[in-house]
């Protein structure tokens, strides 16, 4: 394969410092979930990151079938805890068509496709629970 972009995150203080782009002028103050302070968890960043890969994965099948729908992407990402420093990750992707006239049936059959297709799917796969649903709007 070649390699289409790659990019380099660094982060100082864990989920209680900083993370910077080596190519974006982006830096987000890392918080610890639930903590209340003011910035961004891990988690909140990894369901943006999935939720617009999925979403170009699925305009990329939606390409490929001719379909016409406008999409919208719903993921959320639940961190979950069990006995001691045993974490792991959950991920919930809903997808909503609108301006189409594919049935629902067909369109979680895009959806399903769009998740073979999707970079983070591929890595999560396996290694974490995703439930992936739809609606037509």
């Known amino acids: ?18 993370a910077s782009l080596q190519d ?42 001719k ?6 992407t719903e993921l959320s990402v639940e961190l979950l805890k069990g006995d001691g420093l045993d974490f792991k990750l959950a991920a919930k992707i809903h997808v909503i068509a609108e301006n189409t006239d594919l049935s629902a049936d067909e369109f979680q059959a895009l959806v399903e ?7 983070y799917s591929k890595a999560t796969r396996g290694n974490i629970d995703v439930e992936v649903t739809s609606e037509v709007k």
């Open 1 to 18: 394969m070649n390699t289409l972009y790659e990019t380099k995150a660094t982060v100082t203080g864990g989920r209680a410092g900083n």
């Open 24 to 65: 974006s002028d982006l830096t987000i103050n890392m918080v610890a979930p639930g903590s209340g302070k003011e910035g961004n968890n891990p988690e909140q960043l990894f369901a943006m990151g999935y939720a617009a890969c999925f979403d170009g994965a699925l305009g990329a099948v939606k390409g490929a079938e």
């Open 67 to 72: 379909a016409k729908f406008d999409s919208t």
């Open 113 to 119: 496709k769009a998740h073979q297709v999707c970079p």
